[in-house]
Protein backbone atom coordinates (compact mmCIF):
# COMPACT_ATOMS: atom_id res chain seq x y z
CA UNK A 1 0.00 0.00 0.00
CA UNK A 2 0.99 3.95 -0.04
CA UNK A 3 1.35 6.34 2.73
CA UNK A 4 0.35 9.84 2.32
CA UNK A 5 0.84 12.94 3.83
CA UNK A 6 0.14 15.85 2.99
CA UNK A 7 1.42 19.56 4.08
CA UNK A 8 1.05 23.22 3.04
CA UNK A 9 -1.99 24.28 4.48
CA UNK A 10 -2.79 27.93 6.45
CA UNK A 11 -4.75 30.90 6.46
CA UNK A 12 -5.01 33.66 3.71
CA UNK A 13 -6.71 36.47 3.10
CA UNK A 14 -9.22 35.94 0.03
CA UNK A 15 -7.43 36.80 -3.17
CA UNK A 16 -4.30 34.71 -2.03
CA UNK A 17 -2.61 31.53 -3.01
CA UNK A 18 -1.21 28.28 -1.51
CA UNK A 19 0.41 25.11 -2.71
CA UNK A 20 -0.77 21.79 -1.09
CA UNK A 21 1.81 19.09 -1.33
CA UNK A 22 0.45 15.20 -0.73
CA UNK A 23 4.04 13.04 -0.56
CA UNK A 24 3.59 9.64 -1.15
CA UNK A 25 5.97 6.81 0.14
CA UNK A 26 5.58 3.02 0.02
CA UNK A 27 4.29 1.41 -3.70
CA UNK A 28 5.11 3.06 -6.60
CA UNK A 29 3.57 6.57 -6.96
CA UNK A 30 3.57 6.19 -10.73
CA UNK A 31 0.99 3.30 -10.51
CA UNK A 32 -1.54 5.34 -8.61
CA UNK A 33 -4.14 8.13 -9.95
CA UNK A 34 -4.90 10.29 -7.56
CA UNK A 35 -7.17 13.02 -6.03
CA UNK A 36 -7.44 16.20 -4.20
CA UNK A 37 -10.82 16.19 -2.05
CA UNK A 38 -11.96 18.80 0.64
CA UNK A 39 -14.16 18.72 3.51
CA UNK A 40 -15.78 21.25 5.06
CA UNK A 41 -17.56 21.83 9.01
CA UNK A 42 -20.73 19.77 8.40
CA UNK A 43 -20.09 19.39 4.93
CA UNK A 44 -19.58 15.28 2.96
CA UNK A 45 -16.11 15.49 1.33
CA UNK A 46 -16.09 16.46 -2.06
CA UNK A 47 -14.21 16.48 -5.10
CA UNK A 48 -11.73 18.73 -6.09
CA UNK A 49 -9.45 17.65 -8.56
CA UNK A 50 -7.87 14.63 -9.79
CA UNK A 51 -5.01 13.42 -12.18
CA UNK A 52 -4.06 9.97 -13.89
CA UNK A 53 -0.89 8.37 -13.30
CA UNK A 54 1.53 10.13 -15.64
CA UNK A 55 -0.03 13.61 -15.31
CA UNK A 56 -1.80 13.91 -18.34
CA UNK A 57 -4.98 14.35 -17.75
CA UNK A 58 -6.64 16.37 -14.83
CA UNK A 59 -10.16 16.64 -14.12
CA UNK A 60 -11.45 19.51 -11.51
CA UNK A 61 -14.80 20.57 -9.83
CA UNK A 62 -16.56 23.45 -11.38
CA UNK A 63 -16.05 25.40 -8.61
CA UNK A 64 -12.00 25.51 -8.63
CA UNK A 65 -11.95 25.24 -12.45
CA UNK A 66 -9.73 28.10 -13.74
CA UNK A 67 -8.05 28.52 -10.16
CA UNK A 68 -6.85 25.02 -9.21
CA UNK A 69 -4.26 23.41 -10.64
CA UNK A 70 -3.28 19.52 -10.36
CA UNK A 71 0.35 18.06 -10.90
CA UNK A 72 2.51 15.61 -9.94
CA UNK A 73 6.12 14.84 -9.75
CA UNK A 74 6.73 10.83 -10.13
CA UNK A 75 10.15 11.25 -9.83
CA UNK A 76 9.66 12.97 -6.52
CA UNK A 77 6.97 11.02 -5.38
CA UNK A 78 4.64 14.08 -5.13
CA UNK A 79 1.42 15.40 -5.53
CA UNK A 80 0.52 19.33 -6.18
CA UNK A 81 -2.45 21.46 -5.80
CA UNK A 82 -1.90 24.89 -6.38
CA UNK A 83 -4.56 27.29 -5.40
CA UNK A 84 -5.12 30.92 -6.75
CA UNK A 85 -7.72 33.27 -6.29
CA UNK A 86 -8.74 31.55 -2.89
CA UNK A 87 -12.26 32.60 -1.21
CA UNK A 88 -13.64 31.90 2.06
CA UNK A 89 -16.06 29.19 0.54
CA UNK A 90 -12.87 27.24 -0.24
CA UNK A 91 -12.01 26.65 3.43
CA UNK A 92 -11.85 23.07 4.33
CA UNK A 93 -10.00 20.25 5.17
CA UNK A 94 -7.99 19.08 2.25
CA UNK A 95 -7.13 15.64 1.59
CA UNK A 96 -4.93 13.77 -1.19
CA UNK A 97 -5.89 10.49 -2.04
CA UNK A 98 -4.71 7.37 -4.02
CA UNK A 99 -6.39 5.05 -6.24
CA UNK A 100 -4.44 1.94 -7.60
CA UNK A 101 -7.18 0.95 -10.22
CA UNK A 102 -5.33 3.70 -12.19
CA UNK A 103 -7.00 1.99 -15.23
CA UNK A 104 -10.52 2.74 -14.49
CA UNK A 105 -9.48 6.87 -14.86
CA UNK A 106 -11.98 9.12 -15.86
CA UNK A 107 -14.22 11.96 -15.70
CA UNK A 108 -17.48 10.23 -13.68
CA UNK A 109 -15.12 7.17 -11.75
CA UNK A 110 -12.38 10.08 -10.31
CA UNK A 111 -14.86 12.55 -8.94
CA UNK A 112 -16.26 9.55 -6.10
CA UNK A 113 -14.25 9.50 -2.71
CA UNK A 114 -15.04 5.50 -2.47
CA UNK A 115 -13.14 4.82 -5.71
CA UNK A 116 -9.90 5.65 -3.56
CA UNK A 117 -8.51 3.30 -1.57
CA UNK A 118 -5.83 5.61 0.31
CA UNK A 119 -5.85 8.76 2.25
CA UNK A 120 -3.47 11.17 3.78
CA UNK A 121 -4.31 12.62 7.34
CA UNK A 122 -5.64 16.09 5.66
CA UNK A 123 -4.21 19.61 5.86
CA UNK A 124 -6.94 22.53 7.17
CA UNK A 125 -6.96 25.81 4.52
CA UNK A 126 -8.69 28.76 5.87
CA UNK A 127 -9.20 31.45 3.86
CA UNK A 128 -10.43 34.73 4.98
CA UNK A 129 -12.81 37.56 3.72
Known amino acids: QVQLVESGGGSVQAGGSLRLSCAASGRTFSNYAMGWFRQAPGKEREFVAAINRSGGSTYYADSVKGRFTISRDNAKNTLYLRMNSLKPEDTAVYYC??????????????????????WGQGTQVTVSS
Open 97 to 118: AADPKAFLYGGTYSRIAGNYDY
